[in-house]
């Protein structure tokens, strides 16, 4: 017996109907603040030693404060935002939320931050020992969306090993970029192309921001890009010598190890790159080879580095118990008995006082990194202001065209000069 | 014949029972009412209380959203903060300023059209090959539909990473026959390619459905034929192919269907980004970056909905051609 043709249309139209769809649901509960026990609800990213950390704080907040349950929601990053986001539009969010920088304002311009001066002023938070440009770096448009949770640096990483194999010395702390091209030539050269001396970073708009911050520039202030195109031309110009000279990884390289190019480092395809000091424990643990840390290639003595906030903790405006959540936020990051839990993990506290409680019992080579963030608190640049919105557009852009240069479909100045143009209407 | 004498009967039965309820006022007779009741609760109600899951499955969990969808799409909406109504603003510029929107439209078109055609192909050849009364046929039956069990899901895009990464296995292959590799995703010329191929191999389920066809093809048709002194490939042409035409058809829609919709290998494999250089930026890839990344959540509804009419219009067509090379047997 055959099937008839309505059965195999019906069968296709049903696939049909359910082709598209867009769930989001849309509800809004809203109790009344209770008296008595409250619950109140905390997102992080992040690995499994981040996990473990930061629940034995929590676990010690609760301790201390027995009417407050606190609800954990954590896993990795993949995915994290979209999370966050389909709860907000769901009027559904955590209380205490784990966001970084680039999304900041996207949050805080739409009004879904909570303004964590009301938690100040009612005495449920301190700001006692943190640096102004932190809070500075943290307050959009008058308010306190946001305090950094760990707070890191730019860096650079080399392969000790592999580079004595070859016969190339490191670069010297002070060292330039050119110094660093040299050093990235010599190692591909010494290797017979089996090797990169460095990963291509002409797609990474995070270390152009050191470039440009070194040329007395910014990437990106509050109203928007904030360097100008010849600055942008040299950086990507840089790479593309450097690609020449057989330095850098060749674009399907670059491309593989797009997202965590010290992946590539590890793998053992490039023997140098950029990553965020608080990352340099983790990357060294997975491979055998000593790393050395240092901070950016610069130029005459402006390093163009400046604490970076890793992350930051913030309280949603949804939240029906913005005070408690302050108070988890308050413990988190001025306790020292939260601190000597959660180590650096996130990277260095901003607060001055409970650098050493954190800072208690790290290991040699995370003191490496430590070094590093030190080095950068006592001679860096202040903190850029929280980037406008549309930034996370700007980067995607930044490194769409800086892959087009790669791939040889663009030249330096179309793609500077192109890119300007797009990042701008972006912003606008 | 047999519908008009029922009629009749039935007239005869409803006219009787009038009379006797007129001529009986002070005693109407219970029976009949509960029997109607009992006939509308039947035929009227009973059903739809079994269609119930589903039907509030429907409304609650895909019309329902799919609405609310639509309107979105003529909104700004964010996902952080309330939508404001925009009108066509997001259709115009997904046609008039967005080269990003177009090249995913060419990405995915390109991976649906070959894509597509090449799966089945490899898909019928396959099922040709098994219905060829081989021994061991359940296994073999079993290895080629595993591929398209775990086809879509995260685990196989991963391995396709390591296998046409720098140093993964295509290149170890290549090398033995000295051949200098190169990374097959991390290159815009091929990466869209990879994920090409990596839809054939999943060619499993409408290989198992094009089995099942030819196992349904009367034997009696090809005796027919021997008697008329057919060869194999005239059997193939004139008998096989055009009973196989239904289920062509339907293996045709869904798979493209399937196709328009890809996301989980591109998202993988270029690792979200739909790069190099745009080169696997799938519709539903770049849609899941406007909404999710970009907070653009109404510029991605209406995306969603340009693609559901797409998917309908292709879907159509097909039907509307249908006639011109699908055979029925009934």
Redesign the interface.
Same mark, same amino acid.
């Given at each position: 017996m055959f099937i008839g043709r309505s059965a195999y249309q019906a069968a296709a139209a049903f696939g049909l109907a359910g082709a598209v769809a867009l769930s989001l649901a849309a509800c809004a509960p809203s109790a009344p603040v209770e008296e008595g026990p409250v619950e109140i609800r905390i997102s992080w990213w992040g690995g499994d030693s981040r996990h473990e950390v930061t629940n034995a704080a929590i676990d010690e907040f609760e301790a201390e404060h027995p009417n407050i349950t606190v609800v954990r929601d954590f896993g990795g990053f993949e995915g994290y935002l979209d999370k966050i986001t389909t709860q907000y539009a769901g009027k559904n969010s955590p209380d205490v939320i784990q966001l970084y920088n680039d999304v900041l304002r996207e949050f805080s311009s739409r009004g879904q931050l909570f303004d964590l001066n009301e938690a100040v002023e009612a005495g449920n938070l301190s700001l006692e020992g943190w640096p102004q440009d932190v809070i500075d770096m943290n307050t959009i448009d008058g308010s306190l969306n946001a305090l950094t949770f760990g707070v890191s640096t730019h860096a650079f990483v080399f392969d000790e090993v592999k580079s004595a194999e070859l016969g190339v010395e490191i670069p010297e702390p002070g060292y330039t970029w050119d110094d660093l091209a040299d050093y990235a030539t010599a190692i591909t050269a010494a290797s017979g192309g089996a090797t990169y001396g460095v990963t291509d970073l002409s797609q990474g708009f995070q270390v152009f921001e050191v470039w440009a911050k070194q040329r007395g520039e910014e990437f990106m202030d509050a109203d928007g890009l904030a360097f100008s195109q010849d600055t942008l031309e040299d950086f990507w110009q840089y790479w593309a010598d450097l690609r020449a000279s057989g330095g850098a990884t060749t674009p399907d390289v670059t491309t593989e190890y797009f997202g965590t190019p010290y992946d590539a480092v590890i793998a053992g395809v490039a023997t140098s790159t950029f990553m965020f000091a608080n990352q340099y424990a983790g990357v060294q643990a997975s491979m055998p080879n000593t790393l050395a840390i240092d901070r950016m290639p610069s130029e005459a003595d402006d390093p163009g580095q400046y604490l970076r906030a890793a992350m930051n903790l913030t309280v949603s405006s949804q939240s029906e118990h913005p005070q408690e959540a302050a108070m988890l936020i308050d413990f988190l990051l001025n306790s020292e008995a939260a601190n000597e839990i959660l180590g650096i993990d996130r990277g260095l506290p901003s607060n001055g006082n409970v650098v050493a409680a954190a800072t208690g019992n790290v290991d040699e080579i995370t003191a490496k990194a430590n070094a590093i963030i030190e080095s950068v608190r006592e001679n860096g640049s202040p903190a850029p202001v929280p980037a406008p919105t549309g930034a996370a557009a700007v980067n995607t852009l930044f490194q769409e065209f800086a892959q087009q240069i790669q791939f040889g479909q663009k030249s330096v100045a179309d793609a500077a000069a192109e890119f300007m143009a797009q990042a701008a209407s972006e912003l606008g | 014949m047999s519908l008009t004498h029922a009629r009749d009967t039935s007239g005869v039965e409803a006219g009787s029972e009038a009379r006797q309820g007129r001529g009986a006022v002070t005693a109407p007779r219970p029976r009949p009412s509960r029997s109607l009741r009992s006939a509308v609760w039947k035929d009227r109600v009973a059903p739809y209380l079994f269609l119930a899951p589903w039907l509030v499955g429907f409304f609650v #969990? !895909?019309l329902g959203?799919?609405l &609310?969808?639509l309107y =979105?799409s003529f909104t700004n909406f964010?996902?952080? %903060?309330d939508p404001s109504w925009v009108g066509l603003d997001n259709y115009i510029k997904l046609f008039t300023n967005d080269p990003k929107y177009l090249d995913s439209v060419r990405v995915t078109l390109v991976y649906v059209f070959v894509s597509v055609p090449l799966q089945l192909a490899f898909a019928l050849a396959l099922a040709l090959l098994l219905n060829r009364g081989l021994r061991g046929l359940p296994i073999y039956r079993s290895v080629y539909y595993l591929p398209s069990l775990i086809g879509a899901s995260v685990a196989v895009a991963v391995l396709w990473r390591q296998m046409f %990464?720098?140093?993964g296995l295509i290149n170890q292959i290549l090398e033995a026959f000295g051949i200098q590799g $190169?990374?097959w #995703?991390?290159?815009?010329d091929t990466a869209l390619g990879t994920l090409i191929i990596l839809n054939v191999w999943t060619f499993g389920s409408p290989m198992v459905i094009f089995l099942a066809a030819l196992r349904?093809i009367p034997g009696y048709l090809y005796e027919a034929a021997a008697v008329d002194g057919i060869n194999r490939r005239q059997a193939f042409v004139h008998i096989t192919l055009p009973m196989l035409t *239904?289920?062509v =058809?339907?293996n045709l829609?869904?798979q493209l #269907?399937g196709a328009? $919709?890809a996301f989980t290998p591109a998202f993988v494999v270029s %690792? %979200? !980004?739909g790069? *190099?250089?745009?080169s696997t930026l799938f519709y539903t890839l770049y849609l899941y970056?406007k909404?999710? @990344?970009?907070?653009q959540?109404g510029y @991605?509804?209406a995306m @969603?909905?340009v693609?559901?009419i797409g #998917? @309908?219009l292709v879907?159509a067509i097909n039907?509307w051609f249908s006639k011109y090379w699908?055979h &029925?047997?009934?």
């Amino acid at each position: 017996m055959f099937i008839g043709r309505s059965a195999y249309q019906a069968a296709a139209a049903f696939g049909l109907a359910g082709a598209v769809a867009l769930s989001l649901a849309a509800c809004a509960p809203s109790a009344p603040v209770e008296e008595g026990p409250v619950e109140i609800r905390i997102s992080w990213w992040g690995g499994d030693s981040r996990h473990e950390v930061t629940n034995a704080a929590i676990d010690e907040f609760e301790a201390e404060h027995p009417n407050i349950t606190v609800v954990r929601d954590f896993g990795g990053f993949e995915g994290y935002l979209d999370k966050i986001t389909t709860q907000y539009a769901g009027k559904n969010s955590p209380d205490v939320i784990q966001l970084y920088n680039d999304v900041l304002r996207e949050f805080s311009s739409r009004g879904q931050l909570f303004d964590l001066n009301e938690a100040v002023e009612a005495g449920n938070l301190s700001l006692e020992g943190w640096p102004q440009d932190v809070i500075d770096m943290n307050t959009i448009d008058g308010s306190l969306n946001a305090l950094t949770f760990g707070v890191s640096t730019h860096a650079f990483v080399f392969d000790e090993v592999k580079s004595a194999e070859l016969g190339v010395e490191i670069p010297e702390p002070g060292y330039t970029w050119d110094d660093l091209a040299d050093y990235a030539t010599a190692i591909t050269a010494a290797s017979g192309g089996a090797t990169y001396g460095v990963t291509d970073l002409s797609q990474g708009f995070q270390v152009f921001e050191v470039w440009a911050k070194q040329r007395g520039e910014e990437f990106m202030d509050a109203d928007g890009l904030a360097f100008s195109q010849d600055t942008l031309e040299d950086f990507w110009q840089y790479w593309a010598d450097l690609r020449a000279s057989g330095g850098a990884t060749t674009p399907d390289v670059t491309t593989e190890y797009f997202g965590t190019p010290y992946d590539a480092v590890i793998a053992g395809v490039a023997t140098s790159t950029f990553m965020f000091a608080n990352q340099y424990a983790g990357v060294q643990a997975s491979m055998p080879n000593t790393l050395a840390i240092d901070r950016m290639p610069s130029e005459a003595d402006d390093p163009g580095q400046y604490l970076r906030a890793a992350m930051n903790l913030t309280v949603s405006s949804q939240s029906e118990h913005p005070q408690e959540a302050a108070m988890l936020i308050d413990f988190l990051l001025n306790s020292e008995a939260a601190n000597e839990i959660l180590g650096i993990d996130r990277g260095l506290p901003s607060n001055g006082n409970v650098v050493a409680a954190a800072t208690g019992n790290v290991d040699e080579i995370t003191a490496k990194a430590n070094a590093i963030i030190e080095s950068v608190r006592e001679n860096g640049s202040p903190a850029p202001v929280p980037a406008p919105t549309g930034a996370a557009a700007v980067n995607t852009l930044f490194q769409e065209f800086a892959q087009q240069i790669q791939f040889g479909q663009k030249s330096v100045a179309d793609a500077a000069a192109e890119f300007m143009a797009q990042a701008a209407s972006e912003l606008g | 014949m047999s519908l008009t004498h029922a009629r009749d009967t039935s007239g005869v039965e409803a006219g009787s029972e009038a009379r006797q309820g007129r001529g009986a006022v002070t005693a109407p007779r219970p029976r009949p009412s509960r029997s109607l009741r009992s006939a509308v609760w039947k035929d009227r109600v009973a059903p739809y209380l079994f269609l119930a899951p589903w039907l509030v499955g429907f409304f609650v #969990i !895909t019309l329902g959203p799919m609405l &609310y969808s639509l309107y =979105l799409s003529f909104t700004n909406f964010s996902l952080l %903060g309330d939508p404001s109504w925009v009108g066509l603003d997001n259709y115009i510029k997904l046609f008039t300023n967005d080269p990003k929107y177009l090249d995913s439209v060419r990405v995915t078109l390109v991976y649906v059209f070959v894509s597509v055609p090449l799966q089945l192909a490899f898909a019928l050849a396959l099922a040709l090959l098994l219905n060829r009364g081989l021994r061991g046929l359940p296994i073999y039956r079993s290895v080629y539909y595993l591929p398209s069990l775990i086809g879509a899901s995260v685990a196989v895009a991963v391995l396709w990473r390591q296998m046409f %990464g720098r140093g993964g296995l295509i290149n170890q292959i290549l090398e033995a026959f000295g051949i200098q590799g $190169q990374s097959w #995703i991390g290159n815009p010329d091929t990466a869209l390619g990879t994920l090409i191929i990596l839809n054939v191999w999943t060619f499993g389920s409408p290989m198992v459905i094009f089995l099942a066809a030819l196992r349904q093809i009367p034997g009696y048709l090809y005796e027919a034929a021997a008697v008329d002194g057919i060869n194999r490939r005239q059997a193939f042409v004139h008998i096989t192919l055009p009973m196989l035409t *239904p289920v062509v =058809l339907f293996n045709l829609i869904l798979q493209l #269907i399937g196709a328009f $919709q890809a996301f989980t290998p591109a998202f993988v494999v270029s %690792g %979200g !980004t739909g790069g *190099p250089v745009n080169s696997t930026l799938f519709y539903t890839l770049y849609l899941y970056q406007k909404g999710f @990344a970009n907070f653009q959540m109404g510029y @991605a509804s209406a995306m @969603a909905w340009v693609l559901f009419i797409g #998917i @309908a219009l292709v879907t159509a067509i097909n039907f509307w051609f249908s006639k011109y090379w699908v055979h &029925y047997d009934d």
